[in-house]
């Protein structure tokens, strides 16, 4: 079993900065793609960044030249660093990792609990 464990969340004011965590733990032989979405009430589920085991990212229109998602491959964590935070940017944030546990395949998709960004004016 694989866990993943969010942290970074909370309250910031409009304009300022947060930095997200996501450590995976558990029966990992390698991890593909790691990644972020988050989900505001009323909201659907919308992408945020996502990052391969080889350093290519894909951001959402939203948060493009805001945010910045990177990788330690060593430590199977993945960090979101979020400028110029807008108050549209409050939701719950859940990072998801795409996991080999073998190195054979194939790969299963596990997700964080979440953690909660609020932006305040």
């Known amino acids: 079993q694989v866990q993943l464990v969010e942290s970074g969340g909370g309250l910031v004011q409009a304009g300022g900065s947060l930095r997200l965590s996501c450590a995976a733990s558990?029966?990992?032989?390698?991890?593909?793609?790691m990644g972020w979405y988050r989900q505001a009430p009323g909201n659907q589920r919308e992408l945020v960044a996502v990052?391969?085991?080889?350093?290519?990212?894909n951001y959402g229109d939203s948060v493009k030249g805001r945010f910045t998602i990177s990788r330690d491959n060593a430590k199977n964590t993945a960090y979101l660093q979020m400028n110029s935070l807008r108050l549209e940017d409050t939701a719950v944030y859940y990072c998801?990792?795409?996991?080999?546990?073998?190195?054979?395949?194939?790969?299963?998709?596990?997700w964080g609990q979440g953690t909660q960004a609020t932006v305040s004016s």
């Open positions: 558990g029966t990992i032989f390698g991890i593909d793609v």
């Open positions: 990052m391969t085991s080889s350093g290519r990212t």
């Open positions: 998801y990792a795409d996991v080999d546990p073998s190195g054979w395949g194939p790969l299963t998709r596990y």
